[in-house]
Every structure is written in structure tokens, then in C-alpha cells.
């Protein structure tokens, strides 16, 4: 046992972040190692021409993750986490292998609508909170969301390489293999629930959807990833037509970037939590990301432009996405956390959905700069909301049991 003076994290904290971290980072495969191949590959199937479908079946993942994120939330708040997160790891893996068997544009979409029914993300940051002492929180979240910027690293470089090995039905097998084994880690790794007075139902559900501060968060994580989808709509040809690299060498663009990012990234938020800078780091994150947009569209021609704007958007991304989840978490009410990270993670699901989605239609009926305009246009909002936000103040501490 820790003395109550001890402010150190316990085991099963560390056991929790790490167990719930990698759950977190076996799902967020399914979507992020199609990315850097999936518009190339999709060229080889019958319609796989037709950017609007192509960004359809990048985004259909977020579409019933849209419809089921709260549903899993709320559901988490009354019957459980673990139950809850295990019945949609499954569901996602079913997806997967689906997505795997199909042989044109259509069923992969099929696949990914069902890989997206699995929206448990709610549900695992709930339970994070739930074992995690207040002021061990943000390490917690932040384990969870840099889970989310590394596999998103990885992925990008790790991609274009099985993409060569085992192609495109084996990258999606993968992925429904890695899904069955998160269940093993949920089960014998992450420890079990506290018992939490919870209060689930309507009341708890409206209080969160309309909190000023929650609204704010809750843009910013659709705007984050409905950027991000519509990137790698036109980053991988990019890549290819300017940069002249074919895709089995992607990796060579990305492996740098994604490297230096982190570089960058782990001091900063390091520092902005211990002189409390979060909000300047955050805000400064967002006009990093917004300035990548408008270089992408000005000045992304050629292998080092590329480069250099796929660094500072990994940069900004990586910071964006390691602190969210930590702030909705300590904005959200104690009794209904899972909701209010349900929501969260809809807005997130609606943001992946329409970055595919809208931004194939873009693609296909004004062009790429069309994308790069929209995108700058959304983080130019989203730094206007950020700009009024108030970061949460630590709530008191409770002693180490």
C-alpha cells in the first residue's frame, strides 16, 4: 500500500493506463493503417475510380461509430465497462474480416460500417477515469491519446510495407486479429471497476450535451479528425505524382516526420502541465494545424514541402490528440463521465465520417485545393472557440489506498 502522502501512481494505475492504452491503439488500427494505401489500392477494384466512394469507405467506419457512441457510453454507465467493451471489439473484429473477404469497393464498405459498430472508445476512456486517482488523470489520458498518435505514426509507416507483404485483405485480417486479442487484454490485464455511484439516463445525457466547455472540446475533436481523414485522401497520391515515391517507400516521408513530431511533442505538453500552459500549447497546436492546411495548398509540391507539412501536422495532431481526452475527463461531471465522453467520441466518429466522405466530393467536384480550404476554414473556427475556452482546474487530491 502507498501512504497517503505517497503522489507517485499505483501499479494497478499503471497496469490500467498501459492495458487501456493498447486496447486503444489495436482498435484505432482498423482506420489508420488504410490510410496511406487504401486510395491507391482502391484503384484496382471495380468503381474504385470514383473518389466519392472511395472517401465513403475511408469515412463509413465513423458513420455508425456516429449513431453508437453515446448508446455505448450510456451503456457503459449502467451495466458496466468491461462487458460493453468486450461485445464491441468483437463486433469490430467481425468487420474486419469482412472488409478482408470482399472483393470490390461495396463490401469493403460493408465491412467498415461494421468495424465502426464496435465504438467503444467512450466506454474505455470511462473506465480509465474510473481507475485513475484525479491527479494522476492526465498522465492516464495522455498514455491513452499519445496511444492513439503513435499507432497513427506507426501506421503510416508501417503500412505502405504490409501493404507490399500481404496486401490489403491482410492489412483488414490483421486487424481483426489484433481485435480478438485486445478482449484477451481487457479481461486479464486492465483491472477490474471500482464500484462508482453512477446516474445514467436523460438528465445526465442533456447536462453534458449542452456544457459550454464540453461543446468546446467536442468541435474540436470533430474538426481534428475530419481534417485528418480528408488529408489522406490526396496525401498518398501526393506523394506519388509529386514527390515521385512509390508506395512501398512512403515510409521514408513519414518514418522522419513522425519521429521528429515526438521529439517536439512529449516536451511540450510536459512543460504546459507543469508551469500550466496547457491552454497556449492547445491553442498554439490548432494554429499549427490550421497553418498546415494553407501549405498544403500553397506550397505542397515536391518531397521536402511534403515533408515538412506532414511533420508539423504530426506535431500538432500528436498534442491535439494526447490532451483531449484528458480535458473531457476532468470537465465532465464524476457520475456521467461516459456519457460525456460518449458524446465526445461521436463528434470524433462524425468528423471521421465526413472527412472521408466530404472530402472525396470535394475532391471530385472542385478539386484538391477545395480540401485544403475547407480544412483551414474549420481550424479557424475551432481556434476561435478555443480562444474563450477555460482549462479545468485540478480537483483536490484523495490519498493512495
Given at each position: 500500500m502507498?501512504?497517503?502522502?505517497?503522489?507517485?501512481?499505483?501499479?494497478a494505475?499503471r497496469?490500467?493506463g498501459?492495458?487501456?492504452?493498447?486496447?486503444f491503439?489495436?482498435?484505432?488500427?482498423g482506420?489508420?493503417?488504410?490510410?496511406?494505401?487504401?486510395?491507391?489500392?482502391?484503384?484496382?477494384?471495380?468503381?474504385?475510380n470514383?473518389?466519392?466512394l472511395?472517401g465513403?469507405?475511408?469515412?463509413?467506419?465513423?458513420l455508425?461509430?456516429?449513431?453508437?457512441?453515446?448508446?455505448?457510453?450510456?451503456?457503459s454507465?449502467?451495466?458496466g465497462?468491461?462487458?460493453?467493451?468486450?461485445?464491441?471489439?468483437?463486433?469490430?473484429?467481425v468487420?474486419?474480416f469482412?472488409?478482408?473477404?470482399?472483393?470490390?469497393?461495396?463490401?469493403i464498405i460493408?465491412?467498415?460500417?461494421?468495424?465502426?459498430?464496435?465504438?467503444i472508445?467512450?466506454?474505455?476512456?470511462?473506465?480509465?477515469?474510473?481507475l485513475t486517482?484525479?491527479?494522476?488523470?492526465t498522465?492516464v489520458?495522455?498514455?491513452?491519446?499519445?496511444?492513439?498518435?503513435?499507432?497513427?505514426?506507426?501506421?503510416?509507416?508501417?503500412?505502405?510495407?504490409?501493404?507490399?507483404t500481404?496486401?490489403?485483405?491482410?492489412?483488414?485480417?490483421?486487424?481483426g486479429?489484433?481485435?480478438l486479442?485486445?478482449?484477451f487484454?481487457?479481461?486479464?490485464?486492465?483491472?477490474?471497476?471500482?464500484a462508482?455511484p453512477?446516474?445514467?439516463?436523460?438528465?445526465?445525457?442533456?447536462?453534458?450535451?449542452?456544457h459550454?466547455?464540453?461543446?468546446r472540446?467536442?468541435?474540436?475533436v470533430?474538426?481534428?479528425?475530419l481534417?485528418?481523414?480528408?488529408m489522406?485522401?490526396l496525401?498518398?497520391?501526393?506523394?506519388?505524382?509529386?514527390?515521385g515515391?512509390p508506395?512501398?517507400?512512403?515510409?521514408?516521408?513519414?518514418l522522419p516526420?513522425?519521429?521528429?513530431?515526438f521529439?517536439?511533442?512529449?516536451?511540450?505538453?510536459?512543460?504546459?502541465?507543469?508551469?500550466?500552459?496547457?491552454?497556449?500549447v492547445?491553442?498554439a497546436?490548432?494554429?499549427?494545424?490550421?497553418v498546415?492546411?494553407?501549405g498544403?495548398?500553397?506550397?505542397?509540391s515536391?518531397?521536402?514541402?511534403?515533408?515538412?507539412?506532414?511533420?508539423?501536422?504530426f506535431?500538432?495532431?500528436n498534442?491535439?490528440?494526447a490532451?483531449?481526452?484528458?480535458?473531457?475527463s476532468?470537465?465532465?461531471?464524476?457520475h456521467?463521465?461516459?456519457a460525456?465522453?460518449g458524446?465526445?467520441?461521436?463528434?470524433?466518429?462524425?468528423g471521421l465520417?465526413?472527412?472521408?466522405?466530404?472530402?472525396?466530393?470535394?475532391?471530385?467536384f472542385?478539386?484538391p485545393?477545395?480540401?485544403?480550404?475547407?480544412?483551414?476554414?474549420?481550424?479557424l473556427?475551432w481556434?476561435g472557440?478555443?480562444?474563450?475556452?477555460?482549462?479545468?482546474?485540478?480537483r483536490a487530491?484523495?490519498?493512495?489506498?
Open positions: 502507498l501512504s497517503p502522502t505517497n503522489d507517485s501512481m499505483t501499479s494505475e497496469r490500467a498501459a492495458g487501456l492504452a493498447s486496447i491503439a489495436l482498435r484505432m488500427l482506420l489508420f493503417l488504410i490510410l496511406p494505401v487504401f486510395s491507391i489500392y482502391a484503384k484496382e477494384l471495380p468503381s474504385g470514383d473518389m466519392a472511395v465513403l469507405a475511408l469515412g463509413a467506419y465513423g455508425t461509430q456516429t449513431f453508437l457512441q453515446i448508446a455505448y457510453g450510456a451503456a454507465d449502467r451495466f465497462r468491461k462487458p460493453v467493451i468486450v461485445f464491441g471489439l468483437v463486433l469490430f473484429a468487420g474486419s469482412v472488409a478482408a473477404m470482399s472483393h470490390d469497393i461495396y463490401g460493408g465491412g467498415r460500417v461494421l468495424q465502426g459498430a464496435g465504438a472508445s467512450a466506454a474505455v476512456t470511462a473506465l480509465a477515469a474510473d486517482r484525479e491527479q494522476h488523470l498522465k489520458m495522455a498514455m491513452i491519446g499519445s496511444s492513439i498518435g503513435l499507432v497513427f505514426a506507426l501506421s503510416m509507416v508501417g503500412a505502405p510495407l504490409l501493404y507490399a500481404i496486401g490489403m485483405p491482410g492489412i483488414f485480417a490483421l486487424t486479429v489484433l481485435s486479442l485486445a478482449i487484454v481487457v479481461l486479464k490485464v486492465v483491472p477490474a471497476a471500482p462508482i453512477r446516474q445514467p439516463g436523460w438528465p445526465s445525457f442533456v447536462e453534458v450535451l449542452v459550454p466547455q464540453l461543446l472540446m467536442n468541435f474540436g470533430f474538426t481534428l479528425h481534417i485528418q481523414t480528408a489522406w485522401i496525401v498518398p497520391s501526393a506523394l506519388v505524382s509529386s514527390a515515391l508506395v512501398a517507400e512512403h515510409w521514408k516521408v513519414y516526420a513522425v519521429l521528429l513530431s521529439v517536439v511533442m512529449v516536451p511540450a505538453i510536459i512543460a504546459a502541465e507543469k508551469h500550466g500552459k496547457m491552454k497556449l492547445f491553442n497546436a490548432i494554429v499549427l494545424l490550421l498546415v492546411q494553407a498544403f495548398g500553397f506550397f505542397g515536391g518531397a521536402y514541402a511534403l515533408f515538412f507539412w506532414l511533420l508539423l501536422f506535431v500538432a495532431f498534442v491535439l490528440e490532451t483531449q481526452p484528458s480535458l473531457i476532468r470537465i465532465a461531471p464524476a456521467a463521465k461516459g460525456a465522453l458524446i465526445y467520441n461521436t463528434t470524433q466518429s462524425l465520417f465526413l472527412g472521408g466522405t466530404l472530402g472525396g466530393v470535394l475532391v471530385k472542385s478539386g485545393a477545395a480540401v485544403w480550404l475547407v480544412s483551414a476554414t474549420l481550424a473556427v481556434l472557440f478555443a480562444m474563450s475556452m477555460t482549462m479545468p482546474t485540478p487530491r484523495q490519498p493512495s489506498v
